[in-house]
T-cell receptor, first 116, second 109 residues
């Protein structure tokens, strides 16, 4: 299984500012995913990031608010722009296990964001 | 629409057995996953079912009936460390992963 790290692990930010979250994987993967998880809730997919192409955003999420970079097969960033308190959440990146048959997803430890 | 239903919360006793149910309605089916998530941590993969039947992995087993749109996760010999949320997720025909809201399992001594 892939080992995934995220930076920062947590941050407290002021409204109107932006935060970039980094996700590093210890192996090359085709697809990386960015999720948001609000307290006590399930995971909501923000976008899918493939290397060499534009990220694909889910309904309700737009590139201007959540720009994503995917410069190579082991790294991605998610920026939360012009933040408001509603953006307070845990942000998780994940990858699919392409070596196995089930393509299960493995998650990074998450970034806990609080917007004041 | 697509949806996955799980009980919000369940309570069980240490050493006992608990079954967490999951029903789903999705556009197509390409596998069902169970994940465990401890409070404040990321989800970790537990099991995968794509064919009908029971998959056993130590103290945990997962069952699937595609015709009924139903799965369950069975946890045996419960330990206090099993207190966590258990998430059911289904991969649809577009290979998108649809997530349930999770079941919070509370283990009492």
């Amino acid at each position: 299984s892939a080992v995934i790290s995220q930076k920062p692990s947590r941050d407290i930010c002021q409204r109107g500012t932006s935060l970039t979250i980094q996700c590093q994987v210890d192996s090359q993967v085709t697809m990386m995913f960015w999720y948001r998880q609000q307290p006590g809730q399930s995971l909501t997919l923000i976008a899918t990031a493939n290397q060499g192409s534009e990220a694909t955003y889910e309904s309700g999420f737009v590139i201007d608010k959540f720009p994503i970079s995917r410069p190579n097969l082991t790294f991605s960033t998610l920026t939360v722009s012009n933040m408001s308190p509603e953006d307070s959440s845990i942000y998780l990146c994940s990858v699919e296990d392409e070596a196995g048959s089930s393509y299960e997803q493995y998650f990074g430890p998450g970034t806990r964001l609080t917007v004041t | 629409g697509q949806n996955i239903d799980q009980p919000t919360e369940m309570t069980a006793t240490e050493g006992a057995i608990v079954q967490i149910n999951c029903t789903y309605q999705t556009s197509g089916f390409n596998g069902l996953f169970w994940y465990q998530q401890h409070a404040g941590e990321a989800p970790t993969f537990l099991s995968y079912n794509v064919l009908d039947g029971l998959e056993e992995k130590g103290r945990f087993s997962s069952f699937l009936s595609r015709s009924k749109g139903y799965s369950y996760l069975l946890l045996k010999e419960l330990q206090m460390k099993d207190s966590a949320s258990y998430l059911c997720a289904v991969k649809n025909s577009n290979y998108q992963l649809i997530w349930g809201a999770g079941t919070k399992l509370i283990i009492k001594p």
